[in-house]
């Protein structure tokens, strides 16, 4: 499938941008949430500090690819937090990553097969 | 160690404020909060755990700060003229101007006229300065021209002014001398007023820049002498009190009179540059 022009020159996005989108596309969560996530989804690879993923979040914030969700979601502790969420241009913006990162591997694996024949 | 992370989070709390104000606003108390909660999660894992998460935490917090304050400096001529980011002005006029005059003198001998090569190359330098610090890329070019253009034009017209047509007037040596340093700063700072607006396409800023540069830039070396010359009295009393070390003062004590004059005119100039960018853009 071809992507459409508009979203190729943001791509290839950062590991830490992937990661960030991929973790709030089941539902909004708060910046602590999202560490979290993302520390588990890259198997400990990207552990974020405080002020690194707000900057990202900043700057997601800025290209209008998450937003701030209105209702803020309770913590482990009870205390209601800001939450962020993906919009609609984040979740098309993820399906154009995953769907590059695809072609690549796709790519690999036919000339791997080749080799091996 | 419960002590020390109390300390600590509120040492983190104090760095925050160290942010760009849009930043820490949006983003200063939840990030208070993440830190808070996840310095109690190190509770358990001994001083070797809660070492190195606090490592990494301030590590990526000063990088943070670095990049959100970088972000914040890439404006534009026509942003930074119109943006009320006027107060920077004066650090990047003190820093970029007192380098131009200090080029020039050192280049040229004292005296008009002197080099007026000497001039246009401070100039260059002072406006190549000032973009940079602005981070004004585009306009790089045409600052660093218009520099050149108000440094080598004011000197040349001050020494036409003070070669031929001030001996004519019945000012007095003191009148004289006021008129030297004033008249050649004030130049520079007209020039550089006039060729911000004419940047601009607005004539109206550009006169009143023109204005309020001619009296910040032709102020400042009265003000730097007032400031420096003490120092030099200072070095002519400890030699004349038969002190050796005090005739090695006295060169000293001139170069920083000359130097600094420049550097306040710098500062001031860029100071009621920033201030009357402030006034034009809040209007």
């Known amino acids: 499938m071809t992507l459409p022009d508009d979203f190729q020159s943001p791509l290839p996005l950062t590991e830490a941008t992937y990661f960030i989108l991929l973790s709030l596309a089941p539902e ?23 002020g690194t993923l707000y900057g990202a979040i900043k700057r ?32 098309r913006m993820l399906r154009a990553e995953v769907e590059r990162l695809n072609t690549l591997v796709q790519v690999a694996q036919l000339r791997i097969a080749g080799e091996t024949a | 160690m419960k002590l020390f992370i109390r300390w600590i989070q509120r040492v983190y709390a104090r760095c925050l404020r160290l942010y760009p104000v849009h930043f820490r606003e949006a983003f200063g108390e939840e990030m208070e909060d993440i830190f808070r909660q996840r310095t109690l999660e190190k509770l358990d894992g001994g001083w070797k755990v809660l070492g190195r998460f606090c490592l990494h935490e301030f590590f990526g917090l000063f990088i943070s700060l670095f990049r ?20 920077k002005v004066s650090g990047w006029g003190a820093l970029s101007f007192g380098a131009a005059f200090i080029l020039s003198e050192s280049l040229s001998p004292p005296g008009y006229p002197g080099k007026l090569e000497a001039y246009f190359l401070g100039g260059l330098l002072g406006g190549f300065l000032f973009a940079l610090m602005a981070d004004s890329r585009k306009e790089i070019k045409w600052l660093a021209l218009l520099g050149s253009l108000a440094f080598g034009g004011g000197h040349a017209v001050a020494a036409w002014f003070l070669n031929e047509i001030a001996p004519h007037l019945s000012t007095g040596s003191i009148g004289m001398l006021l008129v030297a340093i004033f008249l050649e700063p004030a130049l520079v700072g007209t020039l550089i007023g006039l060729g911000i607006g004419i940047l601009e396409k607005d004539w109206r800023t550009g006169i009143r820049l023109s204005v309020a540069c001619a009296l910040g830039f032709g102020g400042g070396p009265m003000v730097g002498y007032l400031m420096t010359v003490p120092i030099w009295g200072i070095a002519q009393a400890i030699n004349s009190h038969g002190y050796t070390f005090g005739g090695h003062l006295i060169p000293w004590a001139m170069t920083l009179v000359n130097a600094s004059v420049y550097v306040v005119a710098g500062m001031m100039g860029g100071a009621i540059l920033g201030k009357t960018i402030q006034t034009v853009d809040t209007e």
């Open chain 2, 68 to 87: 959100e304050h970088w972000t914040k400096k890439e404006v534009t001529m026509k942003r930074l003229v119109f943006s009320g980011q006027g107060s």
């Open chain 1, 28 to 50: 909004p969560k708060h910046g602590y949430g999202i560490m979290k996530d993302v520390l588990e989804l890259s198997q400990g690879r990207i552990n974020f500090s405080t």
């Open chain 1, 60 to 91: 997601l914030l800025e290209q209008g690819w998450i937003v701030r969700v209105e209702e803020t979601v309770s913590d482990s502790n009870g205390q209601m937090k800001k939450a962020y969420g993906l919009t609609e241009v984040g979740r």
